[in-house]
């Protein structure tokens, strides 16, 4: 039985309506009246009636459980076939895999050659993602650092500068000093 064949039985038994209730008689019916604007309801069952409707009401239900263990009983058996149908498809296509390795031995060889540069292949794209990300970060690291190289440099050639300034700020200031020592002792 194909695949197919089981499949739609288990959709037809599915789709299966559900079993309608049995006829209620007109005793057991409840009546609706209609008196001066406002609906009432009547029951006229008796205690016999009560009695009737529950064992109908339980010879339904058990009828319906009934129908749905049938249901599973038959599902079990669709699944345990397409678990055999699975295992066949699996043994065939392993012959298959077989007579094609017997037909030119050479194919099966370069079968598993393609599958090992597969692996390596898949092996070498999170290695080369790795490389990249990591000269990346080289480059940023260098960038980072050289960034700061010229940083100091400026800052060494500023307190070269400043240094100058100071020692010239220096002589003048001792200039000064020297032609006020001298003036001071001119005076005198």
């Known amino acids: ?7 739609e039985m ?3 038994i599915e789709q299966a309506p559900p079993q309608p ?3 209620q008689t007109q005793s057991q019916q409840l009546t609706v009246q209609n008196s001066a604007g406002s609906l009432s309801f009547n029951s006229n069952m008796s205690k016999e009636d009560e009695e009737m409707s529950r064992s109908a009401l339980s010879t339904f239900r058990a009828k319906e459980e009934e129908i749905e263990r049938k249901k599973l009983e038959v599902r079990e058996k669709v699944q345990a076939q397409l678990g055999r149908v699975e295992e066949e498809t699996k043994r065939l296509a392993t ?7 017997l037909s030119d031995p050479m194919r099966k060889e370069v079968s598993l050659v393609r599958k090992k540069i597969d692996t390596v292949n898949k092996e070498l794209k999170p290695l080369g ?4 990300k990591k000269e990346k970060e080289y480059r940023e ?4 650092f050289n960034d ?12 070269m500068e400043v240094s100058l300034l100071v020692g010239e700020s220096e ?18």
């Not at 993602?129 to 990249?132: D, L, N, R």
């Not at 690291?141 to 980072?144: D, I, K, Q, Y």
């Open 1 to 7: 039985m194909s695949k197919q064949r089981l499949g």
């Open 21 to 23: 209730p049995p006829p």
């Open 95 to 101: 012959i298959r895999e077989e007579l094609e390795g």
């Open 141 to 144: 690291a260098l960038e980072a």
């Open 10 to 12: 288990m959709q037809t």
């Open 129 to 132: 993602q790795s490389c990249q």
């Open 148 to 159: 700061k190289n010229r940083e100091k440099v400026q800052l060494i050639t500023k307190l």
């Open 171 to 188: 002589k003048m200031r001792m200039k000064k000093l020297e032609e006020l020592s001298k003036n001071i002792d001119s005076m005198q």
